[in-house]
């Protein structure tokens, strides 16, 4: 019994027999991961999306629209055959709500429900949505367009046959204020995204026409360069008072005559540009005068955006002042690692105490002031962040578009 224990022992010992039972162990503990995952998802309808660039995954933004459908929406696709892609892209919306439907059919063979949607062509694609319905544009292939379904362009389209009534939004110009054509620095890329939403967006010029229509919804001022003249700040003030909502893009080291509008508000702009000290841009490919964000206020505007981030180039620092009518919320921020820069002229930018501004610093701004009828002001130190190519960064179009809801 002795010689048969010794050699038990010994069998233990031996580096192979460790080395076969930690890999069995391993083996056995990477096997029980996979199926505690594979549980949780079988019973909580949980999906992980582990590609690099999350392209299974819908935008913050496409999640939270789908997710307050109110009632069944279906989207249906006239072609003579399932597209596997294109079944796979809708499924990942229904992921995010059961009243999400969607369906594939053959306008060969359902020739009666081919006509009743008005079908041309194959490929075309309608969505339904309580007693409306509407034709999915997607593009023209002539003019070089894109003619696939892309997440933006279905996400547009719920926003749109959502809406119960047009949203009125009208871009002041006459100041210097950015193009809303498609060139670099222009918005068009905004303008686009509003109107694919169903909104009517206009100029506004208000030194000619002196008042603001009855039926605006909200008043935008992007990056205006010259003062407004003092009547046009009061025909502002005078709509806020009567539940106006103004959102505003402002640059650093502008002054476009608006301070008693701010003041009112409880908003105070700084000057300096804000410059990101850590090194994280360069990462990315950007120069210290892109703030990354990732610190984000408790708003129903970013109340879907966790640890995402926005870019925000040429950005300045805002500051909020306690004013009892005003609810105000600081809904971007940036890094303690940032500050705002007050000479610019220096070869290497360094953080000078005496002169400037600690990080993290307030680059966006949501207020709501208490009165019968509320009236509500965002305001963006940056318009760069908002302008074509930059829109489309990360979580800039979600931001903008959202304060803009």
């Given at each position: 019994r002795f010689?048969?224990?010794?050699n038990?022992y010994?069998?233990?010992?031996?580096?192979?027999?460790?080395?076969?039972?930690?890999?069995?162990?391993k083996?056995?503990?990477?096997l029980?991961?996979i199926?505690?995952?594979?549980?949780?998802?079988?019973?909580?309808?949980?999906?992980?999306?582990?590609?690099?660039?999350?392209v299974?995954?819908?935008?913050e933004?496409?999640q939270t629209?789908v997710?307050n459908l109110e009632?069944?929406l279906?989207?249906?696709?006239f072609?003579r055959?399932?597209s596997?892609e294109?079944?796979e892209?809708?499924?990942?919306?229904?992921?995010?709500?059961?009243?999400?439907?969607?369906?594939f059919?053959?306008?060969e063979?359902?020739?009666?429900l081919?006509?009743q949607?008005g079908?041309q062509?194959?490929?075309?694609i309608?969505?339904?949505?309580?007693?409306?319905?509407q034709?999915?544009?997607?593009g023209?292939?002539?003019?070089?367009?894109?003619?696939?379904l892309?997440?933006?362009?279905?996400t547009?389209?719920?926003e749109?046959?959502?809406?119960?009534r047009?949203?009125?939004?009208?871009?002041?110009?006459?100041?210097?204020?950015v193009?809303?054509?498609?060139i670099e620095?222009?918005?068009?890329?905004v303008v686009?995204?509003l109107?694919?939403r169903?909104n009517?967006?206009?100029?506004l010029?208000?030194?000619?026409?002196?008042?603001?229509?009855d039926?605006t919804?909200l008043?935008?001022i992007a990056g205006?360069?010259?003062?407004?003249?003092?009547?046009?700040?009061?025909?502002?003030?005078?709509?806020?008072?009567?539940?106006?909502?103004?959102?505003?893009?402002?640059s650093?080291?502008?002054?476009?005559g608006?301070?008693?509008?701010?003041?009112?508000w409880?908003?105070?702009?700084d000057?300096?540009l804000?410059?990101?000290?850590?090194?994280?841009?360069s990462?990315m490919?950007?120069?210290?005068?892109v703030?990354?964000?990732?610190?984000?206020?408790q708003?129903?505007?970013?109340?879907?955006?966790?640890?995402?981030?926005?870019?925000?180039?040429?950005?300045?620092?805002l500051?909020v002042?306690?004013?009892?009518?005003?609810s105000?919320?600081?809904?971007a921020?940036?890094?303690?690692?940032?500050?705002?820069?007050?000479?610019l002229r220096e070869?290497q930018?360094?953080f000078?105490?005496?002169r400037?501004l600690s990080g993290?610093?307030n680059v966006?701004i949501?207020?709501t002031?208490?009165?019968s009828?509320p009236?509500r002001l965002?305001?963006?130190?940056?318009t760069?962040?908002a302008?074509n190519?930059w829109?489309?960064?990360?979580?800039n179009?979600?931001l903008l578009?959202?304060?803009i809801?």
């Amino acid at each position: 019994r002795f010689w048969l224990w010794n050699n038990k022992y010994r069998f233990w010992q031996q580096r192979s027999t460790k080395q076969g039972v930690s890999a069995i162990a391993k083996t056995a503990i990477v096997l029980l991961v996979i199926g505690a995952i594979n549980w949780a998802g079988i019973s909580y309808g949980k999906r992980w999306d582990l590609s690099e660039n999350k392209v299974y995954t819908l935008s913050e933004q496409s999640q939270t629209i789908v997710a307050n459908l109110e009632q069944p929406l279906e989207v249906t696709v006239f072609d003579r055959n399932t597209s596997s892609e294109l079944s796979e892209f809708l499924r990942n919306y229904r992921r995010y709500n059961d009243l999400f439907k969607y369906r594939f059919v053959n306008p060969e063979e359902a020739i009666g429900l081919a006509q009743q949607y008005g079908v041309q062509s194959l490929g075309e694609i309608y969505l339904s949505y309580g007693d409306k319905q509407q034709k999915l544009e997607l593009g023209n292939a002539a003019l070089g367009e894109t003619v696939t379904l892309t997440e933006t362009k279905l996400t547009n389209a719920i926003e749109r046959i959502k809406r119960d009534r047009p949203i009125n939004i009208y871009f002041l110009q006459g100041h210097g204020e950015v193009s809303l054509d498609m060139i670099e620095g222009g918005i068009a890329q905004v303008v686009s995204n509003l109107e694919d939403r169903g909104n009517t967006v206009s100029e506004l010029n208000l030194a000619s026409s002196g008042q603001i229509a009855d039926d605006t919804n909200l008043i935008i001022i992007a990056g205006a360069t010259r003062k407004l003249l003092a009547a046009e700040v009061l025909t502002l003030q005078e709509y806020l008072k009567t539940g106006g909502s103004l959102l505003l893009l402002l640059s650093p080291n502008t002054d476009i005559g608006i301070s008693a509008i701010l003041q009112n508000w409880g908003v105070e702009l700084d000057n300096r540009l804000v410059v990101d000290g850590s090194g994280a841009g360069s990462l990315m490919g950007f120069g210290p005068a892109v703030a990354i964000v990732n610190n984000y206020g408790q708003h129903p505007i970013t109340a879907s955006f966790r640890n995402g981030i926005s870019l925000f180039p040429e950005a300045r620092p805002l500051k909020v002042i306690t004013k009892p009518e005003i609810s105000s919320t600081a809904i971007a921020k940036t890094e303690p690692e940032t500050w705002a820069e007050s000479d610019l002229r220096e070869e290497q930018i360094t953080f000078d105490v005496n002169r400037d501004l600690s990080g993290p610093l307030n680059v966006a701004i949501a207020a709501t002031r208490s009165q019968s009828n509320p009236s509500r002001l965002v305001v963006f130190g940056s318009t760069t962040f908002a302008t074509n190519g930059w829109f489309e960064q990360q979580l800039n179009g979600d931001l903008l578009l959202n304060s803009i809801s």
